[in-house]
């Protein structure tokens, strides 16, 4: 069963926001995962930035992407816990976290909701996309189309960051 017939790709609902804080404490680290708080409060302020992945055959979610829309050029680790940085008509998109379950990895899950995130948001006229993933993370965002900027000026969860970005064709 190819993807796109295994799971409904769309914007998350606002029933699902503790589905989702649970994914994410299962997908990362203490030390990175967003709180409980701050991820219903994202999903409050920015729904439309969730693209989630729902198994068709459970009805849950597999994994999601999210991110704000802001007009700014440059990743920074307040974008993770203030949701009223959100610019719904901001012209770039912080991805926050990709999220897929463990056994949904290995699948192209993960690549299908990027991809699919891009050309949502090109569609919708947004000028460029930015992230900050671990050194281990590069390569595989690179083959999606990013670009490394170097490292981040992010410190989230202690750790070091690299930045990368992915213009959309405008």
């Known amino acids: 069963m190819d993807k796109k017939s295994r799971f409904e790709f769309r914007n998350i609902r606002q029933s699902e926001k503790g589905q989702a804080?649970?994914?994410?404490?299962?997908?990362f680290p203490p030390n990175?995962?967003?709180?409980?708080?701050?991820?219903?409060?994202?999903?409050?302020?920015?729904?439309?930035?969730f693209l989630v992945a729902i198994d068709k055959e459970t009805g849950k979610i597999a994994g999601f992407l999210n991110g704000i829309a802001t007009?700014?050029?440059y990743f920074?680790?307040?974008?993770?816990?203030?949701?009223s940085l959100h610019n719904p008509g901001g012209r770039n998109i912080m991805l926050l976290g990709l999220d897929v379950l463990p056994e949904y990895r290995r699948q192209g899950l993960g690549s299908e909701l990027v991809y699919q995130y891009l050309r949502r948001e090109r569609e919708?006229?947004?000028?460029?996309?930015?992230?900050?993933?671990?050194?281990?993370?590069?390569?595989?965002?690179q083959k999606m189309g990013f670009t490394d900027r170097g490292i981040a000026n992010s410190t989230w969860g202690g750790e070091e960051w690299h930045e990368m970005s992915c213009t959309l064709g405008w």
């Open 21 to 27: 804080a649970d994914i994410e404490q299962i997908c």
């Open 32 to 49: 990175e995962a967003c709180s409980e708080r701050n991820m219903i409060e994202r999903i409050a302020a920015a729904p439309e930035l």
């Open 71 to 73: 007009d700014e050029y």
């Open 76 to 83: 920074r680790d307040e974008f993770f816990t203030d949701a």
């Open 124 to 141: 919708k006229g947004r000028r460029e996309i930015f992230l900050t993933c671990l050194k281990s993370k590069v390569k595989m965002y």
